[in-house]
């Protein structure tokens, strides 16, 4: 028993002595002290041993897109605007465009209220269009109307009246308002007199702006087609077209009339 026990603790001892070996061929401790350490930057929970710059060397961009423009040659500089934006100019009326919304000093401006570059029918002008510049139709002008037409610096107005007509009231409205007037009769016998004074007149820069007007719009509908063929040219389709709003009609039998006598002044030219 007591040579068991002798011959327990000699070979306890002996393998203290010589150390417990693992598969590896080395003792644990050289196990521990040979192992090799992981690459540097392999382990993300490794910190950088002391003493050692941690600003990053330079090195391929990064794969995240910067944010904001990566080219600033289409910006403006800090603290300048980029270019105004342009916008359409105002509908006539309506003050509608930004180029009108401020004036010198950020005071409002006031809106254009002249009838020249207006299609609005203004206050006593019924009937009121812009044919072409200098140049507007419409009905017979009422009091306020003639005041409308000597403020938006009208300087004649011409009135194709039937045969018979006095028109010596009309003459003196315009006159007190410094209009020159102009009296046209304008009837299917006397068309081809009517329309050369017409153009005659119209044509005139100096009495412009001219405002051509009658009592319903046949005569002056019939005068404008007379002049779109003959002082400027147009054919009949486009004539036509651009005298429908200024009153050319073939309803009614002043008008078949005015229709009939046009179609022969045109034959005989």
Known sequence: MIRRLMLAIAIVGFALAAGCKHKCGHHCNSCRDAR??????????????????????????????????????????????????????????????????????????????GLRG???PPTGLSGYVRVKEGLATGRKPTLDGFDALKQAGF?????????????SVAKEVATKRGLAFVAIETTPEKLAAAIDRFNATIADTARQPIYVFDDDGVRAGAMWYLHFRTADSLNDDVARVRARPLGLSEDGDEARAFAVATQRYLEMR
């Open 118 to 120: 207006s299609d609005s």
């Open 36 to 113: 090799p350490l992981p690459p540097p930057g392999s382990n993300p929970y490794l910190l950088p041993p002391a003493g050692l710059p941690t600003t990053p060397a330079p090195g391929p961009a990064s794969s995240i897109p910067p944010v904001g423009p990566s080219d600033l040659r289409n910006y403006p500089p800090p603290g300048q605007s980029g270019p105004e934006g342009l916008y359409p100019d105002p509908i006539p009326g309506t003050g509608s465009s930004r180029r009108a919304s401020s004036g010198v000093l950020g005071e409002p401006v006031k809106p254009q209220t």
């Open 155 to 167: 300087r004649t107005v011409i009135y194709l009246h039937p045969a018979g007509t006095d028109w």
